[in-house]
């Protein structure tokens, strides 16, 4: 598989639903996030840690792509995730928006850098995602 296809795969996933999310991570992984509340880096296990809050807090937990870009094994993606939380399990909402830039090495998401900030209700940022094709 390609590394668009690998990333396209996992983005396709509603990680609190899939109980194999954690599969498409190398075990040498590493994520650089910068969010609207600082700077994180997660290994292997502090990414199996989130995914399993995920599966917590959440009924379900879905990327929607607007970009997916490959250039060799390196992909950036440009997407907005969004939520039904277990106190609301009727009304899903915008969570975040995302530029996420992922290294594949062996067929896995080893090496991440991710910008995010909290969602907006702009029109644009919310209604300008298009079918992305592999």
């Known amino acids: 598989m390609s590394a668009k296809q690998i990333a396209k795969a996992f983005y396709d996933l509603d990680l609190a639903k899939d109980e194999n999310s954690i599969d498409y991570f190398h ?39 607007s970009h997916l870009l490959e250039d060799d094994n390196t992909v950036t993606a440009r997407y907005t995730i969004y939520v039904t939380s277990i106190e609301r399990p009727e009304k899903e909402d915008a969570l975040a928006h995302f530029i996420s830039i992922w290294e594949v090495k062996d067929d896995k998401l080893f090496k991440g850098y991710e910008v995010s900030q909290l969602a907006d209700n702009s029109s644009d940022s919310l209604n ?4 992305i094709k592999v």
């Open 128 to 131: 300008s995602y298009a079918e």
């Open 27 to 65: 075990k040498d992984c590493e994520l650089n996030w910068h969010s609207s509340k600082g700077y994180s880096k997660l290994d292997f296990q502090g990414l199996k840690n989130r995914l399993e809050g995920i599966k917590e807090s959440f009924h379900s937990f879905k990327y929607r792509l």
